[in-house]
C-alpha cells in the first residue's frame, strides 16, 4: 500500500481547483450565508482540545436558534446534554471552531471557521428562550472564514431521499453502559426507558 506523504503526491491525485473556485471563500458572513443560519436547525461543530485531538459535535434546535451579532459573530445557546462537555472544555483550551450548517431537504452546505469563547449572561441566555428554558450559556464565535460547500456528497449519498434511508437503527445506551461494566445486564431495559423519556421531557 502506497501512502501519501507531501502535498505534490496529494495533488497529483486530486488535481488543482479552478481558478474560480477559492473565489467562493469569504472572511466574514455573507448575505446568502446569513439566510443561510436563518433557516438551519442544525449544524455540526468541531473543535480540538491542546493536544489536537479532535471532536465533532451535534448542535440543533428549531430554524434560526443560531443568531448573528450585530458584529457578524455567531452566538450559540448552549442546552441540556450527557454533561461530558468535550467541545466546551475544548473552546477554553483552544478556542478554533469549524462548523458545518445543514438545512434539510438542500445538498448545498455551509461551513464556517472562527474563534469561539463561552458567556455566563443571564440576559444573553434569556434571549434564546426554547421551550420554556433560558440557554444554559452562549458560544460566541468571532467568524474568520465562511463558504458553501457543494452538493456531491449529499447527492452521492442521496441523504435527504426518503426512499434511500434504512430502517432507523435503534441504539441501546444502557447496553454500552453494560459493556464497559458500568451497569447489570438486568437493568438495561430500563435505564433505556428512561433515556427515551427524557427524550421526551428534558429537551
Not at 479552478?18 to 461543530?45: C, D, G, N, W, Y
Not at 483552544?94 to 455566563?120: H, K, M, S
Request: charged share 20%.
Amino acid at each position: 500500500m502506497a501512502r501519501i506523504t507531501d502535498v505534490a503526491q496529494l495533488r497529483r491525485i486530486i488535481g488543482e481547483p479552478s481558478a474560480q473556485v477559492p473565489l467562493k471563500l469569504h472572511r466574514r458572513l455573507t448575505e446568502s450565508a446569513r439566510a443561510f443560519i436563518a433557516r438551519s436547525p442544525m449544524f455540526l461543530l468541531a473543535s480540538a482540545n491542546a493536544n489536537g485531538q479532535p471532536t465533532v459535535s451535534p448542535k440543533g434546535d428549531p430554524a434560526g436558534f443560531v443568531q448573528v451579532a450585530e458584529d457578524g459573530a455567531l452566538l450559540v445557546p448552549e442546552r441540556k446534554g450527557n454533561k461530558l462537555v468535550f467541545s466546551l472544555t475544548n473552546v477554553l483550551a483552544n478556542p478554533r471552531v469549524a462548523l458545518i450548517f445543514l438545512v434539510p431537504g438542500t445538498d448545498e452546505t455551509l461551513r464556517v471557521e472562527g474563534e469561539a469563547e463561552l458567556l455566563d449572561d443571564a440576559d444573553l441566555c434569556d434571549r434564546f428562550m426554547e421551550r420554556g428554558r433560558p440557554a444554559l450559556l452562549v458560544m460566541r464565535i468571532r467568524v474568520t472564514g465562511c463558504y458553501f460547500h457543494c452538493a456531491k456528497a449529499f447527492l452521492r449519498s442521496a441523504l435527504w431521499n426518503p426512499t434511500q434511508w434504512p430502517e432507523p437503527i435503534p441504539v441501546s445506551f444502557g447496553a454500552e453502559i453494560a459493556a464497559n461494566g458500568g451497569l447489570e445486564a438486568g437493568s438495561v431495559a430500563a435505564f433505556d426507558a428512561a433515556v427515551h423519556g427524557r427524550y421526551r421531557t428534558d429537551l
